[in-house]
């Protein structure tokens, strides 16, 4: 066998296995072997870049960065839906298509209405060229980078299909994955996503496509779009692109009347809840493509199609109750207390506020009564308070002043939409949040320990902080509830493995507001040390990638707490990682401090992705478009001609893969 039909087998393969497991939920190969693959496949691509391949499956992963998403003009228009809301509305609709084709002869194609970001994706020769957001619908942005990370869509159609064409779908994220980035976020202190639909379009605007990918998005698709006349009708042409490997979803049916149509609305308005993603309505479409060119467009919508939408469930309740909860960075979340209400097949006793603004602006009281909707969302949201119900002379809600734990006085600052408990070290829900996540498993990770006997150990008196941890005793811990010698030796053991634990973990651990995980690597990487980035000044801080003022500030408030200091001097004497190690430091110099790098086209000495390494590693920045900032072009063969152009023009210097060797040699 060639290199090249080894490679060709290669990618044909893992192309398959991420179909098998990302659009038939089948995988018939473990993570494990997949990533053997991919690495094997990597290996040969770099030893062969005359192979190279934008669509690849080594070139799905991320981590290309976009700073600007250039604006396109769509081939074909993407345009709106008219909206429906009753029956009526719908039959009107079938009068005024039936009039127009003169013919009661009309087939209609059923779909769920997806609740996401609408998506353009262009196939040229069966290749995937570019993604595009629909924009006002003439123009959008090109986000290619970030939805090729997305893994159910195929990048090569090789079968049996139309050559070029347009596929439209709409990016989602399923709701069981929206759930786990919400606890995530929870877990990092930060202020959790409201809906699934906003944080999806939001993730293909991200610039670091490594964070999209490690998004869970999915792509469902809804219409093909070519010139090629292979299929006659809608319904036909979706589910070739479903043989072809698209995901579209099998919950479109096809319906030879209106009253068909009705029954799929009935059905989906109750079954919608089950669904693994939000769907707000239904979207009906005339299925044969000829009746849908005679029947044309609006100025804003296709005749042949209409949106049905779903009445988000709602129903009124009384608020009882106000109360206010303290996390662990003492952040102080308003909950509404309800009398207990049935919506959407569960019992609703309490739904968040958010925030004083919330509060104010939906001026709810208490004693009104509230509207509460759960439109295929998961936390019940109150939508408004019925005024026509207000009795007379209720109180206008005064925000909690004091914290509902410790009684300080709460703070708000400017810019920040939630009010805070500032007692850090007295205030007991933070304390005792504070140690939970300091062991969780993104941080310190440490087995034998969990949440509940963190509590316990701080209701026994044992621990006052995460440092009290490493001077815990098996002797103070076995006569504990619930704990075994073998247990109590477990915990630990668990505490001491934890030193050996990655700076940029503790770093995160530590629990330092607005320092999440990434945050925390941007800051061990840029500062090394925790002495260096403690005794760092606000300037500094703001001139790392990333890090902007809130983030800063609220390192320096931190770092000057006498408190925090001392607690980590302890973590120091108790030898846990608070500085990047000996090792991870040998490849890393400041030869390239602060110099910007652009790569473009194919290597033959080191990798693109070794190349990204090595500018990083040696204090430089990779960026991927050139731009005024640009210091330099690594150029590969094959670079780009508007790209070479662009750097003549803006006098950026252009300098070859040896070149830059050199430099860092
Ligand atoms: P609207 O944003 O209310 O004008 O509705 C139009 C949008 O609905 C389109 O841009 C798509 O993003 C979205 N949509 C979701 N599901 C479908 C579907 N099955 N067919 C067509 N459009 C859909
Ligand atoms: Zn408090």
């Keep these: 066998m060639t290199v090249q039909e080894k490679i060709n087998l290669l990618r044909e393969e893992l192309n ?35 192979f190279f391949d934008s669509n690849s499956p080594t070139q799905r992963v991320g981590g290309e960065i976009t700073k600007n998403f250039e604006t396109v003009t769509h081939l074909n228009r993407m345009y709106s839906l008219d909206n429906s809301y009753s029956k009526e509305d719908l039959l009107d609709w079938e009068k005024r298509v039936q009039k127009m084709l003169g013919t009661s002869e009309v087939k209609y194609s059923c779909e769920l209405k997806f609740d996401g970001a609408s998506i353009n994706l262009t196939y040229e020769n069966g290749q995937f060229i570019k993604a595009v957001t629909r924009g006002d619908g003439f123009q959008g942005d090109d986000v290619t980078n970030n939805v090729k990370t997305i893994l159910s869509i195929p990048l090569s159609i090789k079968k049996d299909f139309v050559s070029n064409f347009e596929m439209r779908g709409e990016i989602i994220l399923p709701l069981d994955g929206f759930n786990k980035m919400n606890e995530e976020r929870f877990e990092n202190g930060e202020e959790q996503y409201r809906n699934p639909r906003n944080t999806a379009s939001g993730s293909l605007k991200l610039q670091d496509s490594a964070e999209v990918a490690r998004r869970p998005l999915d792509c469902l698709l809804y219409q093909v779009v070519t010139t090629e006349r292979k299929y006659k009708t809608h319904f036909e042409s979706l589910e070739n692109a479903r043989k072809v490997g698209f995901k579209v979803p099998d919950t479109i049916a096809l319906a030879t009347s209106i009253d068909e149509v ?14 693994p993603y939000e769907t707000d309505g239904v979207v009906i479409k005339v299925n044969h493509l000829q009746q849908q060119e005679e029947l044309g467009y609006t100025a804003k919508a296709p005749r042949w199609a209409i949106a049905y939408k779903f009445k988000a469930e709602q129903v009124s309740t009384i608020l009882n109750k106000i109360t206010y909860q303290v996390g662990r960075t003492g952040a ?36 009104d009564t509230v509207f509460v909707e759960k439109g295929g969302e998961i936390i019940p949201k109150i939508i408004a308070v019925d005024f026509t119900k207000r009795p007379e002379n209720l109180e206008p809600t005064k925000y909690a002043t004091n914290c509902p734990e410790c009684n300080s006085e709460l703070v708000r600052t400017e810019g920040d939409a939630k009010h805070y408990c500032p007692n850090e070290f007295g205030c007991a829900p933070q304390i005792t949040g504070r140690i939970q996540h300091f062991i969780s498993r993104k941080a310190m990770d440490i087995e034998g320990l969990g949440g509940e006997t963190v509590d316990l150990l701080r209701k026994e008196g044992l621990i006052e902080n995460y440092a009290d941890l490493y001077d815990l005793k098996v002797e103070q811990v076995i006569p504990l509830e619930r704990m075994a010698e073998k247990s109590a030796q477990n915990m630990i053991d668990g505490i001491i493995k934890s030193k050996n634990i990655p700076f940029e973990k503790v770093l995160f651990a530590l629990g330092i507001r607005f320092v999440g995980e990434t945050v925390a690597k941007k800051l061990v990487k840029h500062f090394k040390s925790i002495e260096f980035l403690m005794t760092a000044t606000f300037e500094e801080l703001i001139n790392v990638d990333e890090i902007g003022d809130r983030i800063a500030q609220s390192i320096i408030d931190f770092s000057s707490n006498l408190g925090n200091i001392q607690l980590i001097n302890r973590l120091i004497s108790h030898g846990l990682q608070l500085e990047v190690s000996a090792a991870s430091l040998e490849n890393q110099t400041n030869k390239l401090d602060g110099q910007v790098f652009v790569v473009s086209g194919v290597f033959h000495q080191i990798s693109r992705e070794e190349l990204k390494k090595a500018i990083e590693d040696n204090g430089g920045k990779v960026s991927s478009s050139i731009s005024k900032k640009t210091n330099f072009i690594i150029a590969g063969d094959n670079m780009g001609p508007s790209k070479l152009t662009k750097a003549q023009d803006l006098g950026v210097e252009i300098i070859s893969e040896q070149d830059f060797i050199n430099k860092i040699n």
């Design 262 to 275: 009705f029954d799929f609305v009935n059905y989906w308005d109750v079954k919608r809840h089950d669904l």
């Design 16 to 50: 398959n296995h991420n179909y098998n497991y990302y659009v038939l939920d089948h995988a018939l190969i473990s993570d494990f072997d997949f990533d053997i693959k991919i690495k094997e496949l990597e290996k040969l691509e770099t030893k062969n870049p005359v």
């Design 332 to 367: 102080i979340t308003p909950v509404a207390n309800l009398e207990p209400v049935q919506l959407a097949g569960t019992t609703v006793k309490r739904a968040s506020l958010h925030n004083a603004d919330q509060i104010e602006k939906l001026d709810i009281r208490v004693g």
